[in-house]
């Protein structure tokens, strides 16, 4: 061991990882993941929704569980808007 390097404490100096530099996201910024997630969120809404609207197109009144299924599928497709900042 040198004693150059003996004095120093771990994690101290002007190194890479001496915090200066922004975090970087988690999954680097990935527009294809961005866009496929983002996609299969509004899939995912859609079939929500389908499910009490078919029953509506039929006739049936709907109920308050259909009307539930509802409001998560209108959120579910809300989320896919929501960014980090």
Do not use: H
């Amino acid at each position: 061991m040198s004693a150059q390097g003996a004095g120093a404490a771990p994690g101290a100096g002007s190194g890479p990882g001496s915090g200066s530099a922004s975090p970087r996201p988690l999954f680097g910024g990935c527009w294809s993941c961005r866009l496929l997630s983002g996609a299969g969120l509004m899939m995912a809404a859609v079939w929500v929704y389908q499910g009490p609207r078919n029953a509506m197109k039929k006739g049936i009144p709907p109920s308050m569980g259909n009307i539930a299924q509802i409001c998560f599928a209108a959120g579910e497709g809300g989320r896919d808007r929501e960014g980090p900042g």
